[in-house]
């Protein structure tokens, strides 16, 4: 069965860091998102990507995060400079045509510790 | 405001028992009401997506309602196994956006 993989599955960096953290969504879905859950709280939306371009983003997506469809096949969030807060784990999703109305299947998610 | 509330915050039950798992919104105008499980450390999964028209919805053990005019959901599961063990959550889509909008989650502890 087709699923969405991510990587690294843990990243640990410096605050003031740079981090890319990738994702391969399913082959054929037209709608990407990310999402992040910090430790024991809910999980938050991010951002929504359509048609190479953002469709959604949240409060929480200022402009230390950027997403990229660098290829056919990876989808990425940047953030530029890490600060001790973004640690958390951050999921990448997708879905098929119906877009919102559609499931969306999660990867395992990118455990992101930042020091 | 959009918002999704879950009872109970987690639950304790033994293995082969039933359960019931509850969510209510005010979310506005409603879109679907998905529920997904959650294992701990791993990304979540999706049990049943649910539409305004739906009043319930299988998928295996695991059985979802929804009252549209009452804006509550609830997800019953039927004999319980050790795998069940993990956080459910419940979830709506919705807004003017369709974003969607997560419940803090429930954490459902199955015992042998």
């Known amino acids: 069965e087709p699923e969405v993989t991510q990587t690294p599955s843990h990243q640990v960096t410096q605050m003031g860091q740079e981090v890319i953290l990738r994702c391969v969504p399913i082959?054929?879905?037209?709608?990407f998102y990310w999402y992040r859950q910090i430790l024991g709280q809910k999980v938050e939306f991010l951002v929504s990507?359509?048609?190479?371009?953002?469709?959604?983003k949240s409060e929480i997506f200022d402009d230390q995060f950027s997403v990229e469809r660098p290829d056919g096949s990876n989808f990425t969030l940047k953030i530029r400079s890490t600060k001790l807060e973004d640690s958390a784990m951050y999921f990448c999703?997708?879905?098929?045509?119906?877009?919102?109305?559609?499931?969306?299947?999660f990867g395992p998610g990118t455990r992101l510790l930042v020091l | 405001k959009n918002q999704v509330e879950q009872s109970p915050q987690s639950l304790i039950i033994l293995e082969g028992k039933n359960c019931t798992l509850q969510?209510?919104?005010?979310?506005?105008?409603?879109?679907?009401l998905r529920w997904y499980k959650q294992d701990t450390g791993r990304g979540p999964v999706s049990l049943t997506i649910?539409?305004?028209s739906e009043n319930t919805k299988s998928n295996g053990r695991y059985t979802a309602t929804l009252d549209a005019d009452t804006k509550q959901s609830s997800l019953h599961i039927t004999a319980s196994q050790l795998s069940d063990s993990a956080s459910y959550i419940c979830?709506?889509?919705?807004?003017?956006?369709?974003?969607?909008?997560w419940g803090a989650g429930t954490k459902l502890i199955i015992k042998p």
């Open positions: 999703a997708s879905s098929g045509q119906g877009g919102h109305q559609e499931t969306q299947y």
């Open positions: 082959s054929n879905h037209l709608y």
């Open positions: 990507f359509y048609n190479n371009e953002i469709s959604e």
């Open positions: 969510c209510n919104y005010t979310v506005s105008p409603f879109s679907n």
């Open positions: 649910m539409t305004f």
């Open positions: 979830v709506v889509s919705g807004g003017s956006n369709y974003q969607l909008i």
